[in-house]
């Protein structure tokens, strides 16, 4: 059965908003090669940083499994639940508020088979 929008606004939930467990060897397999891409990216578009995420369904479980990746200015790599982290502490006190307004497009973007990445600038920094 193919997994629907539905579906995967449900699994980005879990990953983004209740702290569900990321897989790393996702993001070797889909995400560790883009890294140069997304560097670059970054830093033409002069973003405070860029994140992405994916998911992908199991082959053994059946589940849709999720990997994530945060990346600064300076190069340094967050990686699944360190870049979730990461992320809460750039983005404060509207993480979740930003993320539910996010997830139904990284949903659709992910039922298109396309990698949703995300640059961001910061409004104002203290």
Known sequence: MKTTTKDLKKVLENALLKEGK????????ELEELL????ESLLEDNDDFLFAITTHKNDVTGHEDTAMVLIEPSGTVHINELARDKLKEEWKGAYEGNMKKII????????????????VKAALRT
Do not use: C, R, T
């Not at 139904?104 to 640059?119: C, H, M, R, S």
């Open 104 to 119: 139904p497009d990284f949903a659709k973007q992910l039922y298109e088979d396309n990698i949703p990445v995300n640059g």
């Open 22 to 29: 990321m897989e790393y060897s996702l993001y070797e397999y």
């Open 36 to 39: 140069d891409d997304f560097k």
